[in-house]
Each structure stands twice: as C-alpha cells, then as structure tokens.
Antibody
Framework: EVQVVESGGGLVQPGGSLRLSCAGS????????MNWVRQAPGKGLEWLSYISGSSYTIYYADSVKGRFTISRDNAKDSLFLQMNSLRAEDTAVYYC??????????????WGKGTSVTVSS | QSVLTQPPSASGTPGQRVTISCSGS????????VNWYQQLPGTAPKLLIY???QRPSGVPDRFSGSKSGTSASLAISGLQSEDEADYYC???????????FGGGTRLTVL
C-alpha cells in the first residue's frame, strides 16, 4: 500500500524548534517530489514547501522562508521539516504529501494523516 | 486572504447537482492546471480532480472539473450525504513559485 506517515509533532514554546518526519512506503521514494502542507485550527490548507527527488529543487512559501528547512533522506525513505523560531501562528496540523507524476501539472496524490504542532507557552 | 477565491459555503439536496467556483489570476489558474481536494470531517485531504478535469482511480464520475481562463469549477452531480465535506481548489503560482489554495468551500447536503 502506498502511504506516507508523519511524526514529530507536539507542544513547543514560542521561539523554539521542532523537527517533523515523514516516512514513505509502497513506492520508490526517491522518484517523487515531496511536500509539506499545513492546516491551522478551523482554517484552510496552506502549502509550505517542496523538495524534488534528488533534493536539487526546493521551494518555500514566504510565510516560512528562512525559518523552516525541508530535507530528505532517500536511503531511509524519509522527508523532514526542521522548524525554527516557531510562532503561535505556526500552530497547525502538518501534512506530508507526494507530488503526482503527470507531467506539466502539480498535484498531490498521496497524503498522510498529519501530525499536530502546538506553539504555546 | 487566499490567493484563489472560493465561496465559503455551498449546499444542495440529495440527487441535486452543485457547482463550486474557484477564481484566480494569470499567474496561477491562467497559466497552470487546477486541482481539487476533498476533506471529509476530521480527515486528511484527498485528491479529487487533477489537471483541471482528470479523476484519480476510485473517484466517482459524479465529480467533474473544468477550467476557463482564470477560473475553474468543480461539479458534483447526484449529490449524496457522504459528499458533505470541505473542498479546496489549488494551482501552481508562477509569480510566487509555490502552490496556492483556495480558502475552501464547505458543502452541506440538506
């Protein structure tokens, strides 16, 4: 079964750091671009970042640029999101999502169940 | 404020056809394909439509998508109670170099 599973969420104080992980299985992880998307409580979806299969191409949303770092370890079929200088507005469920393979179109076809991050003192 | 604009809510009765609109600009919908995601209550988003009008395997043909210029729409025919969910449109934005989402539309089946 193709799936991705996030972990690493929790409660962190403002200004603190947290590292999220996402484990892929059922597919050749290194062949796929991976994404992080978040959803604040009661709010909509917000794309955060993507990393190509080789890690050559990386993009960030302006809201997290300079504070969050995306990375991957293809040998371990894993994706990461290092989150620094966390703010209350970073409180959200964080989803890992795989980019689909149809050329010339950007969509996310496999989503995890998410991991919850709460930034509060 | 979301880059893509969707109505916050929509409703219909079982069996009806409903449409949800998504409005963008030349840098996103106008130059890239549109995707739709369904989020059932308390669950993760699920891909519903990709590349404007393509359905992934397993998505009923009651769901269809279209795009014209800088707008797109999702149509659901033969509405069922299990279609009650939040629906999001999304597209790549060439100016922002990232994915942009609509604010989401909550569909209620009356």
């Amino acid at each position: 079964e193709v799936q991705v599973v996030e972990s690493g969420g929790g409660l962190v104080q403002p200004g603190g750091s947290l590292r999220l992980s996402c484990a892929g299985s059922g597919f050749t992880f290194s062949d796929y671009t991976m994404n992080w998307v978040r959803q604040a409580p009661g709010k909509g979806l917000e794309w955060l970042s993507y990393i190509s299969g080789s890690s050559y191409t990386i993009y960030y949303a302006d809201s997290v640029k300079g504070r969050f770092t995306i990375s991957r370890d293809n040998a371990k079929d894993s994706l990461f999101l290092q989150m620094n200088s966390l703010r209350a507005e970073d409180t959200a469920v964080y989803y890992c999502a795989r980019r689909g393979v149809v050329a010339a179109t950007f969509y996310m076809d496999v989503w995890g169940k998410g991991t919850s991050v709460t930034v509060s003192s | 404020q979301s880059v893509l604009t969707q109505p916050p809510s929509a409703s219909g009765t079982p069996g009806q056809r409903v449409t949800i609109s998504c409005s963008g600009s030349s840098s996103n919908i106008g130059s890239n394909t549109v995707n739709w995601y369904q989020q059932l209550p308390g669950t993760a988003p699920k891909l519903l439509i990709y590349s404007n009008n393509q359905r992934p395997s397993g998505v009923p043909d009651r769901f269809s998508g279209s795009k014209s210029g800088t707008s797109a729409s999702l149509a659901i025919s033969g509405l069922q109670s299990e279609d009650e969910a939040d629906y999001y449109c999304a597209a790549w934005d060439d100016s922002l170099d990232g994915v942009v989402f609509g604010g989401g539309t909550r569909l209620t089946v009356l």
